[in-house]
T-cell receptor, first 112, second 112 residues
């Protein structure tokens, strides 16, 4: 039972580069989410998806792009990384819009 | 705008004590409230989910209550153990789609 997995766990990239963070879940959950966690700001929602091919912005979407061509995958792309995007990124999933959310182990991204 | 506050920010107790962690939210129109545990450098582990129509949920030594009208939830930990040391996060879902709004967390240390 793999659950929800994120890759890579750690990533260092340079300013201006494009980088993609991967999220894969084995439960066939309809809903998937991307959050970022920063000191002083806590966890904030970047993007979410209610089903394949349905995505929408969260609280802090600027500079990020998502896609969801398959139910099990929800990649997050930083089109042109900035130092302010240095953070820990968490992917989550849930069966519906009102059920328990399960989180991945996180990706620690450093933009230099 | 929904805001979630957790008090205290940090707590240090000797092993065996019964603990109460507090969570408050500004808008009572929530769908559910979820308590998570986060160990350093790790992802979030779901502890308890309380639907808006429920008053409490229990899992082992953990009991969470919800008073939606007053915008409060408490997490009760019975007979604390050193293994309970972690950060505890409270999150509410409002506005649908299971979008979580998090508090800043309570950092708990249980010493032998």
């Amino acid at each position: 039972d793999a659950g929800i997995t994120q890759s890579p766990r750690y990533k260092i990239t340079e300013t201006g580069r494009q980088v993609t963070l991967m999220c894969h879940q084995t439960w066939s959950h309809s809903y998937m989410f991307w959050y970022r966690q920063d000191l002083g700001h806590g966890l904030r929602l970047i993007y979410y998806s209610a089903a394949a091919d349905i995505t929408d912005k969260g609280e802090v979407p600027d500079g990020y792009v998502v896609s969801r061509s398959k139910t099990e995958n929800f990649p997050l792309t930083l089109e042109s990384a900035t130092r302010s995007q240095t953070s820990v990124y968490f992917c989550a999933s849930s069966t519906s819009g009102n059920t328990e959310a399960f989180f991945g182990q996180g990706t620690r991204l450093t933009v230099v | 705008k929904q805001e979630v506050t957790q008090i205290p920010a940090a707590l240090s107790v000797p092993e065996g004590e019964n603990l109460v962690l507090n969570c408050s939210f500004t808008d009572s129109a929530i769908y559910n409230l979820q308590w998570f545990r986060q160990d350093p450098g790790k992802g979030l582990t779901s502890l308890l989910l309380i639907q808006s129509s429920q008053r409490e949920q229990t899992s082992g030594r953990l009991n969470a209550s919800l008073d939606k009208s007053s915008g409060r939830s408490t997490l009760y930990i019975a007979a604390s153990q050193p293994g309970d040391s972690a950060t505890y996060l409270c999150a509410v879902t409002s506005g649908g789609y299971n979008k979580l709004i998090f508090g800043a967390g309570t950092r708990l240390a249980v010493h032998p």
